[in-house]
Every structure is written in C-alpha cells, then in structure tokens.
C-alpha cells in the first residue's frame, strides 16, 4: 500500500476549524443508518459537535426558529438524503437557513435506488442542491465515510482520502477506477501533488504504473510542470520514495562472517526488484520518473507541451552558460544526468527551440576542454536521439554535422562497442534525408559509412536502395553484415527492391549467405519479405515452395503472411500444417489468424478449443483475433488479456491487431473492452 504524507499547510483547516460543528438532518425511518454513520466516523477519530436537526425538530416549540440558530451555529449541514427525508415537513426550510447562512452543505446519498434525479425532479428544493457535494454511502460505504471526513475534519479525512485514491490509481485491475482516482487527484493538487512525487521512481517498474502516474499528472496539468522540472534537472530531490529497500543481508555462518545466505525466493525478487527500479540511486530513478510524467504531461494538451518545452530550453542554456564558465573542470554526476535526460526529454516531446550553439556545444569536442572530453560519451549519445527524434530539416543538418567531429568519430565509430544511436538516427527523417546522406557518402570517413549505408537501407526509397546494392558489390562488408543489409532491403517493402534481390537469389548470388550457418535465417525471413513484394507471383510462389521446409519461427511467419497477401491456394496446407503443429506460439497464432481471414477453416469452434490451453499472452489473443472474423463474442476475454499485455510491453503492433478484432467482432461488449483497453492499462 502507498504511504502518505499529511496534507499540506495550505490544505488543512487550523487548530480551530479542527472542531467544526455538524448540523444533521435526517428523516426518522433512517435513525439506524444515521447511528451506524455516527459510529464509523467516531472510529475513524471524529468526536466533534453535531446538532441533531431530528431531536430540534422533536421536542422544541419555536422549531423554525431553533432550526436557523441550530444551523447557524454550525460550520456544515449535512443532509442524509432519502425518500423518506424527502418528505419531511422541515427540509425545504433547513436547505433555505443553510443557504442563508452560507453553511458548507454535504448530500449523504442513501437507499436511492432510482437515483438522485428523480427526487431533484420532484422537489425543487432538492433541486437546488444539485452543485452541492454528494457521497453516495450505498456503493462503498468506506470510501463514503473518507469523503465526509474530508468535509467535516480534513484533518482526519485527507491522509485517508489520499492513501485510498492513491491504491485505487495504482493497484486497481479497472483502467475506469484508476482514470477515477486521476481525475480525483486533478481536483485537489495540492493534496496530491507531494505524494505522487513519491511514487515516481516506480514508474520504472512497468507501462501501466508509468501511464497512471502519467494521467494523474495530466489532470493535474500545468501546476504540476515546475514540480517535475525541478525533480528532473536535479534541483530538488523527490520524497522519500516506496521503492522498496534491499533485503537485509543474513549472516549464514557466525565462524566465518563473510558468508552470507544465499537470496532466494521473495529476497531475490525483492534485491532484484530494487536494483532495477531504483538502479541503486533513488534520486536518478526519481529524475527518470519525472521525465517520463513530462513526457505523458506534453502529449496531454499542447499548452502543457509548449510549456515544458520553454521551461527545459531555459535551464539548458543556463547549465550551459555554468559549464562554459567552468570549462576544465568535470562536472559532477548528478549534473551529467540532469543534461542528459532533459536532452533526451526535449527530443522525445519533439520540435523543440533549443539552437543549434547548444547541440553542437553540447556534443562536440569544441565544448570540452580535453580533460573532459569523456562527455562525448555521456551526452553525446542523448544530443544523437534528440535530434533523430526531431526529425526536421535542421535536425538532419546537425546531425551530418556532428558526423564529421573528430572525437564524435573515434568514440561512435572508431572504437565504440556498445548500443550505438546512429544505426538508425536518419531513418526517422525520410525521403529528406536521402539525397544528403547520398552526398555524403563522398565525403565521410571510413568508419561513418557503414552507418550511412545501414541508414539508408531502411528507408523505403528505391534510390537509396539502388546506392545500398552498389555497396554490397563493392564494400568489404563481413557476411553477417551483408546479411543483416540484405533484410532490411526487403523490410522496407519497396518492390522495386524486392524484385532486384530475388533476381540475385535466383541467379545463385545469395547461395553462400543462405548456406552460412550464421547468416541462414536471416537470409530466409528476407526471402520471404521479398516473395510478398515482389512483382513475379509464380517466382514468389517458387520461394514459398523452397521456404516450406524451413524451422525457424521468424521465417514461417512471414511465408504465412506471404500465402495470405498473395492467396497462394497451393500453400494454405502448409499455413495448416503450422497451425497445428509449429513449435512457435507465434507461429501457430500467425497461422490461426490467417486460415482464418482466408476462410480456409470454416469452423469457428477449432480456434475457441485452441484458446484454454494455449499461451495465454501471445497464441490465445491470435485465436481471438481468428475468432473475431466470425464476429464471435467468445474472443473478447482472449483480446482483452492480449490488449493488456501487449500494452504494458509496449508491443504496439500486436496492440493495434488486437483492438481492430473487437471492432470486428462488433458487439457493445466489444465496443466497451476497446475503450476500457485501447491505450490504457
């Protein structure tokens, strides 16, 4: 359960207003319920003042006038609402007396079972309590009793207010309640705000904490900005966070004191659990946590966008202007990852102001001293995304830029061995790319132009790819490279391309690469690429026929979506043969959805059969994708699990197939899976 803090100064009533006095009103009939809402605020620690309007009513003679002095000297008029308070004598008079005397009015909701509307409709009094606060009690009594605590004694009602909206927002199973629980936090910020900065370093635990926290902090919108600002550049630490904390480490042996018990079972999980969400720094999880909540922020309205935008490019150019200040000395840790993750974050919500002085200061060599010029390694990669995720025409021309820096050169291309972010920096810009990256080739190192031709095999353009095939005759390129080049031509699905790669096979160029262990399956999945675009339908027809006998999963799945883009009747017995008996989850799933699509298999009940005992996370959601184009109402649990799955592995693709089968099968139940699902968790 998420710890707490209290409610800030600003949100909690003063010593005096500790003791605010209730006047209640309720009908006779609702004596018990009254007495067993009494109780349970009593427990809960409320002992304060309550002015009975029942016992007024009973046993004063002036009842008009004892009402208004009852009512006036309250600070809340709590009216339990019922049919049967509905018709006493004295309710259109308290409502008026606490309208009069501006009295903080709470509508406690009871046995109502056509609603609040229907006693406004009949009632103009009641009517005119409609802007009034309403807890309805009959459908969770508990979370009732917080809400009137909030009203009456906030100082009591606001830690258990926020701690039950806070367990809602992150452990409900309901995306409904936990957009609920976001939209109550958005109401009362102030109450909220310190505790969901606790909860940030566990957004790195999954996409559904991330997206909740995320929307929690849309509702709260822009006053949430400069809290998160600050957590992010590193200014501010975030609270005390609920990551938990490593396992106690247990002596096994008192004679030798090095030894300790081996971790198993809940204390791997737990050390483990903790090493990744925190990484051992609580204060960067935090930071990585913040970066995230901007990001969701900014895509929640464009306003918030524009903000963050400015905000973050200000600071930049501020830590730039200290590092200038400062050159030669090296800056500390903390300072490193506040630069790179609002580099990072500026490139992620896109489009962002920062000038080009500060992306190449930023990255190149110009900026450090050469005692610090390691920081080409620590922000030199977040500079690369940033400015491959910006994707515009200033963007691409930084880039080749920064390809030409000496240092740039020796640390990504020379000697780097790790993840490296040119592989795919160019991809994302298009067909604008391609001519200056054709151009540069002339001019580029040797080692920068394996990344060049990389990048320009995977974009969907028959003149890059007409370069990338001349590279392949002439480059010393490694077998596993040309391998690798080979299918991300045919990935790019331009037929042009496809058609020019199965003239190779077919004239025996491609022989050694698919007889290379090393290189075999790849060298078939791209055959299978080509045999779907290529224009010849008997030679694609040919390369299905010698891909039949093939084992590896990745290569049976593009031959089935082969037979079914191009109807190669003569094939559907072999997607059969691999719906029944592939080893690959995915394979058989891939099978299923396309006999399915194709009417090859006629009876729905041999999918439905499929789904109980098969992989619950990929096979059985392809099962309801192939029942779905039945419209058969039985695939809607399978899809509903997929959607969840697929959305907290970000595994978009199988996301987008599994919410186009509930519009397929087309029912309301499917309608409101697909709301309640679709890019939700």
């Known amino acids: 359960m998420a710890e707490v803090d209290q409610p800030p100064p600003s949100k909690v009533e003063t010593a005096e207003s500790r003791h605010k006095k209730v006047f209640i009103s309720y009908a006779t009939g609702d004596a018990i319920f009254v007495r067993r809402l009494l109780s349970a605020l009593r427990q809960a620690g409320f002992q304060e003042a309550w002015y009975d309007g029942l016992e007024i009513a009973d046993t004063t003679p002036n009842i008009q006038q004892a009402l208004r002095d009852g009512i006036a000297a309250c600070d809340v008029f709590a009216l339990v609402l019922t049919p049967r308070a509905a018709e006493r004598p004295w309710l259109s008079y308290e ?46 009594f508990e979370s009732g009793i917080t809400r009137v605590l909030l009203a009456v004694a906030p100082e009591l009602g606001g830690p258990r207010f926020v701690e039950r909206t806070l367990v809602q ?44 926290l995320g929307r929690a902090f849309a509702y709260i919108g822009t006053d949430s900005i400069d809290p998160l600002i600050d957590i992010l550049v590193g200014q501010v630490d975030a609270a005390e966070s609920d990551v938990p904390p490593p396992p106690e480490l247990l002596r096994s042996s008192e004679d030798d004191p090095r030894a300790l018990k081996t971790f198993t079972g809940n204390a791997t999980r737990d050390y483990i659990q903790w090493l990744i969400l925190s990484g051992g720094n609580l204060r960067f999880a935090s930071q990585v946590g913040a970066e995230n909540a901007l990001i969701d922020l900014a895509a929640s309205a464009t306003g918030a966008r524009n903000l963050i935008k400015s905000s973050l490019d200000n600071w930049l ?27 990072e974050t500026l490139g992620i919500i896109g489009g962002s102001a920062v000038d080009s002085f500060l992306i190449r200061e930023f990255a190149t060599s110009a900026f450090w001293s050469p005692e610090t010029v390691f920081m080409i390694d620590k922000l030199g990669k977040y500079v690369v995304e940033c400015l491959g995720r910006i994707g515009d025409g200033r963007a691409l021309e930084e880039l080749l830029f920064l ?24 991809v994302s810009f298009g067909n604008q790319a391609v001519d200056p990256l054709i151009s540069a080739l ?66 025996g160029r491609l022989d050694a690469l698919a007889a ?118 039985r695939a809607i649990p399978a899809l509903i699990h997929g959607l969840r799955h697929s959305f907290e592995h970000s595994r978009e693709m199988e996301h987008d197939l599994y919410a186009e089968a509930l519009v397929r099968v087309g029912t309301d139940d499917a309608a409101d899976a697909r709301r309640k699902w679709y890019r939700r968790a």
Request: glycine fraction near 4%; proline fraction near 4%.
């Open 95 to 140: 409502i008026q007396a606490a309208e009069e005397f501006v009295v903080e009015m709470v509508v406690i909701l009871h046995d109502l079972p056509n609603g609040f509307g229907t006693l406004a409709e009949r009632n103009p009094f009641i009517a005119r309590l409609l802007p009034r606060r309403r807890i309805d009690l009959d459908t969770d």
């Open 169 to 212: 927002l992150i452990n409900s199973e309901d995306p409904d309640d936990a957009e609920s629980a976001a939209s109550e936090i958005g109401l009362q910020p102030d109450l909220f705000l310190s505790n969901l900065r606790r909860q940030l370093p566990k957004s790195r635990e999954g996409r559904r904490l991330r997206y909740r």
């Open 317 to 343: 150019r501020l830590a730039a202007a200290r590092l200038v200040a400062n050159r030669g000395a090296e800056p500390t840790d903390n300072a490193i990852d506040a630069l790179r993750l609002t580099i």
């Open 403 to 426: 390809s030409r820096d000496a240092s740039m050169v020796e640390h990504f291309f020379e000697t780097n061995r790790g993840l490296n972010p040119w592989n795919d920096v160019f």
């Open 442 to 507: 002339s001019s580029c190192s040797s080692s920068f132009r394996p990344f060049l031709i990389d990048n320009l095999s995977k974009m969907p353009n028959a003149r890059a790819h007409a370069v990338v095939f001349q590279e392949l005759d002439s480059a010393d390129l490694s077998d596993v490279k040309r391998s690798q080049i080979y299918w991300a031509l045919a990935a790019s699905h331009v037929r042009s391309t496809a058609d020019h790669i199965a003239e190779r096979y077919l004239s």
């Open 516 to 633: 290379d262990g090393r290189t075999e399956e790849q060298v078939a999945t791209t055959l299978a690429l080509v045999a779907k675009d290529m224009a010849d339908e008997t030679g694609a027809a040919e390369i299905v026929k010698e891909l039949a006998d093939t084992s590896y999963a990745s290569t049976q799945r593009e031959v089935i979506r082969t037979v079914e883009a191009r109807r190669l009747h003569r094939h559907y017995d072999l997607v059969k043969t691999w719906f029944d008996s592939a080893a690959s989850p995915q394979v058989r799933g891939t099978a299923a959805i396309s006999l399915a699509s194709l009417g090859v298999i006629v009876d729905r009940n041999v999918f439905y059969e499929k789904i109980t005992d098969a992989n619950p996370d990929v096979e059985a959601p392809h099962y309801g994708v192939a029942l779905s184009h039945y419209q058969d109402v």
